[in-house]
């Protein structure tokens, strides 16, 4: 017959660890889709997937220094970011928009020119984007 203390379960152990859930599907390096949680002056607090915690510093909101404020994100806001870091100890993501926008960037600069070609940044970002937004019209 088990102690009585062994056949008690709080509701934590109940259910799903979000962080381990989430360990095992996000990766280092992954772009993301994060709901705001909470906005803070050194950063804005998120969650990823099913309840993962993760922290974006005010740093890395942009790579426009004056874009780097947590107050223009709203609380439920979605955004994607990079993962730049994946904390076991403390159990938080830390992410990165700025990350995100600079890999975007040198994509489209590898898809749709160099600096070389005599396309300016303007060109070849708005060429991604209206290929971007035709993808989306035809998914809908």
Do not use: H, W
Not at 28 to 35: D, M, N
Not at 51 to 70: A, H, N, T, V, Y
Not at 105 to 133: P, V
Request: aromatic share 2%.
């Amino acid at each position: 017959m088990p102690t009585r203390s062994a056949s008690r379960l709080g509701v934590k152990q109940l259910s799903d660890d979000p962080f381990e859930s989430g360990a095992a599907t996000v990766r280092k390096g992954a772009i993301v889709t994060c709901t705001v949680t909470k906005l803070t002056e050194s950063g804005i607090e998120v969650t990823v997937g099913d309840g993962m915690p993760g922290f974006i510093r005010k740093s890395e909101l942009s790579r426009d220094r004056s874009e780097q404020r947590s107050d223009r994100f709203a609380v439920g806001e979605k955004i994607d970011a990079k993962v730049t870091q994946i904390d076991q100890k403390s159990r938080k993501l830390s992410l990165s928009i700025k990350a995100r926008e600079s890999e975007e960037e040198k994509k489209a600069m590898q898809n749709y020119g160099s600096s070389d070609s005599g396309a300016s940044l303007g060109d070849i970002l708005g060429a991604a984007l209206r290929q971007r937004e035709e993808v989306q019209n035809t998914d809908e």
